[in-house]
C-alpha cells in the first residue's frame, strides 16, 4: 500500500543535535563529579531518555537527579548547539506539497522538541509532536507512534517511520509501519542493519523516491 504519513524521529535525523548533547553531558560530568564521557559514551546517549542514559551510566539512584542537571544546561544551549540537517527542510515541504501527513516522535522532552522544529521551520509541517515527559513510554516501546498515527487518521500499513537509530527501527518494527533509516555519522550502522530496515536511505532527499 502507498506511504501516506510519516513519523520522523527528531534528533540525528530532522536535526544535528550532537555538538550541543555531548557539551550538555560533560557539563553534567563535571556538576557532579564524575568522570567526563569518553566520545563513544556521548554517541550511545543519542536516542534513550535521559533518565534511561544516566541509570545505564550511573544506576538508578542517580538518574533522576542527572537529568535535573543535564536539562539545566540544555536549556542554555539547546539552540546554540543544533543545526538544521541537509537537505531536510526542502523534502519536508515537498512532502506536504504531495499531501503525505508527518509526525514527530521522538524520546527528547516534548518541550525542547517543538521549540527546535519551530525555531528552524518545521513545526508547521508536523501534525502532531509526541515526545519524553507526556505520559508515553520510550521508544521502542511503539506507543508514542501508534498514538500519532491514530491522531493522524492513518493505519500504520500506510505509514513509514523515518529514523536514524537501531531504536528507531525497533519502534517501527513494533508498531506495524515502514522502517526507513538514515544514518547519522553519529549511529552505527552495523547496529542498525541488525535490525533490517525496510529501507536505508543514503540521505534525506531519498525519501521522495518512495513517496
Known amino acids: 500500500m502507498p506511504v501516506r504519513a510519516i513519523l520522523f524521529d527528531h534528533d540525528g535525523t530532522l536535526v544535528d543535535s550532537y555538538p550541543g548533547i555531548a557539551r550538555c553531558l560533560r557539563l553534567t560530568c563535571r556538576d557532579l563529579g564524575r568522570p567526563e564521557m569518553t566520545e563513544e559514551e556521548v554517541r550511545a546517549s543519542i536516542g534513550p531518555t535521559l533518565e534511561d542514559r544516566f541509570a545505564q551510566l550511573w544506576g538508578s539512584a542517580m538518574a533522576g537527579e542527572a537529568a535535573r542537571v543535564y536539562r539545566s544546561h540544555y536549556a542554555v544551549h539547546f539552540l546554540t548547539g543544533t ?17 503525505i ?19 528552524f521551520g518545521l513545526l508547521e509541517w508536523m501534525k502532531v509532536v509526541y ?3 507526556q505520559g508515553f513510554p520510550p521508544k521502542p516501546d511503539p506507543a508514542m507512534a501508534l498514538a500519532a498515527l491514530e491522531a493522524l487518521g492513518v493505519p500504520p500499513g500506510e505509514a513509514a517511520l523515518v529514523g536514524d537509530t537501531a531504536i528507531d527501527v525497533r519502534t517501527a518494527r513494533a508498531a506495524g509501519v515502514q522502517a526507513w533509516v538514515v544514518p547519522s555519522e553519529y549511529t552505527s550502522r552495523e547496529a542498525i542493519e541488525r535490525e533490517h530496515p525496510h529501507k536505508m536511505l543514503e540521505n534525506f532527499e531519498k525519501i521522495l523516491q518512495y513517496i
Open 101 to 119: 501527513l508527518m509526525a514527530c516522535v521522538t524520546n527528547k522532552s516534548h518541550d525542547y522538541c517543538v521549540r527546535q522544529l519551530q525555531h
Open 131 to 133: 515526545g519524553n515527559l
Open 83 to 99: 543545526r538544521l540537517l541537509d537537505g531536510v527542510k526542502p523534502t519536508l515541504e515537498a512532502l506536504a506539497a504531495r499531501g
